[in-house]
């Protein structure tokens, strides 16, 4: 089944630098790729989303790039502010004997001020 | 009401207690799953409903009996627990199940602490 590594599982950075999270996953079939932001006591959300047609997207200072070959992909956030502080999980979609979404460890982020 | 809600969002029970956690949501959606949260683990699927009928069940000890009535509506029945199945059970729902169902909607958890 997939099997989805995430690094790091703890980043720290300066108000105003960017972040960068990345993971690799193990099913070649799988296609959809997930981003969840966790902040503390509260449900995880999606916050950005890729299928595997495209190796790049886009949501304001939120970007995800996939690489098929590689099969990693990776969270980038620019211009970080404190209220970016939570933990991040990546997903991939299990696509095989049914569709399961398997979640990386998370990375906690740290946004000092 | 809006998305997903769990209740009791805490529980504390003995190992030989029963108890079960609810989940509700209200945004008509036909898929609905039980997680797992452990700290600094991945979060861990354990049951998935689709359209109330189970389809996944990932290799969880018969202590976790699910229960699904309806489409809206799911529960996790807990029954002579261990102190490591202390966690935070997350709740979510997505609108369907398979290639498409996309985005997971989760509940705010339930913290389960076994002594």
């Known amino acids: 089944g997939e099997n989805v590594e995430q690094h790091p599982s703890t980043l720290s950075v300066q108000e105003g630098d960017s972040a960068v999270i990345k993971c690799t996953y193990s099913d070649s079939a799988s296609n959809y790729f997930p981003w969840y932001k966790q902040e503390l006591g509260k449900r995880p959300q999606l916050i950005i989303d890729?299928?595997?047609?495209?190796g790049e997207k886009k949501d304001q200072r939120i970007a995800v790039t996939l690489n098929k070959t590689a099969k990693h992909f990776s969270l980038h956030i620019t211009e970080t502010q404190p209220e970016d502080s939570a933990v991040y999980f990546c997903a991939a979609i299990e696509n095989t004997g049914g569709f399961k979404t398997i979640f990386g460890a998370g990375t906690r982020l740290f946004v000092k001020a | 009401e809006t998305g997903v809600t769990q209740t009791p969002r805490h529980l504390v029970m003995g190992m030989t207690n029963k108890k079960s956690l609810k989940c509700e949501q209200h945004?008509?959606?036909?898929?609905m799953y039980w997680y797992k949260q452990s700290a600094k683990k991945p979060l861990e699927l354990m049951f998935v409903y689709n359209f109330k009928e189970q389809t996944e069940n990932n290799s969880v000890p018969s202590r976790f009996s699910p229960e699904c009535p309806n489409s809206s509506h799911l529960f996790l029945h807990l029954h002579t627990l261990q102190p490591e199945d202390s966690a935070l059970y997350l709740c979510?729902?997505?609108?369907?199940f398979g290639v498409g169902a996309g985005e997971l909607f989760f509940g705010e958890g339930s913290r389960l602490t076994v002594l």
């Open positions: 890729i299928r595997s047609n495209v």
């Open positions: 945004l008509g959606h036909n898929a």
């Open positions: 979510a729902s997505s609108q369907d």
